[in-house]
T-cell receptor
Framework: LAKTTQPISMDSYEGQEVNITCSHNNIATNDYITWYQQFPSQGPRFIIQGYKTKVTNEVASLFIPADRKSSTLSLPRVSLSDTAVYYCLVGEGNTNAGKSTFGDGTTLTVKP | GAVVSQHPSWVICKSGTSVKIECRSLDFQATTMFWYRQFPKQSLMLMATSNEGSKATYEQGVEKDKFLINHASLTLSTLTVTSAHPEDSSFYIC?????????FGQGTRLTVV
């Protein structure tokens, strides 16, 4: 399973766009990239998943360069409620996050 | 999205007793479920993989006789912490593999006193 590296923490202000980058230099051909959000004392919640290029859903965008050795989660116009820990996971298919190694995650703090 | 429910959300037990935590996939069948443990301000650590109808696969360092896992149906996996001790106090989280992603339960806070 590919190891991931993320910044330990980030600060932002309400209304700003936040970009969190994850490095996964050893990503395998069959690996997908998935991002999860976790609030204190809750289970992780799926945000977005991608394989290459760009993926967008109603809450975020995921940018993956051609070499797939990194990925960037983009959160548009964050609010205070986006304060959480964000995890980048790399693994195969639908068991991606089920049996993936969770890194340290990025603690995002959104300030008013 | 799919829903995975854990029960109970929190539990306090006396040292030496056993505690059972249930993980249910409410709207899909999950042949594979996973159990994690998370200590305060730390990341999730995979404990074991639970497969319906077969024995669980434990990660290195996890005592299979202490953390009993049963996956008797396609919608239910249980984790029993046997002879719990204060050092077993933690946040336990399950996940179930869906068609394209894994879904996590809300977690169970176990406190052993």
């Amino acid at each position: 399973l590919a190891k991931t590296t993320q910044p330990i923490s980030m600060d932002s202000y309400e209304g700003q766009e936040v970009n969190i980058t994850c490095s996964h230099n050893n990503i395998a051909t069959n690996d997908y990239i998935t991002w999860y959000q976790q609030f204190p004392s809750q289970g992780p919640r799926f945000i977005i998943q991608g394989y290459k290029t760009k993926v967008t859903n109603e809450v975020a965008s995921l940018f993956i360069p051609a070499d797939r050795k990194s990925s960037t989660l983009s959160l548009p116009r964050v609010s205070l409620s986006d304060t959480a820990v964000y995890y980048c996971l790399v693994g195969e298919g639908n068991t991606n996050a089920g049996k993936s190694t969770f890194g340290d995650g990025t603690t995002l703090t959104v300030k008013p | 999205g799919a829903v995975v429910s854990q029960h109970p959300s929190w539990v306090i037990c006396k040292s030496g007793t056993s505690v059972k935590i249930e993980c249910r996939s409410l709207d899909f069948q999950a042949t594979t479920m996973f159990w994690y443990r998370q200590f305060p301000k730390q990341s999730l650590m995979l404990m074991a993989t639970s497969n319906e109808g077969s024995k669980a696969t434990y990660e290195q360092g996890v005592e299979k006789d202490k953390f009993l896992i049963n996956h008797a149906s396609l919608t239910l996996s249980t984790l029993t912490v046997t002879s719990a001790h204060p050092e077993d106090s933690s946040f336990y989280i399950c996940s179930a593999a869906g068609a394209t992603e894994a879904f996590f339960g809300q977690g169970t806070r176990l406190t052993v006193v």
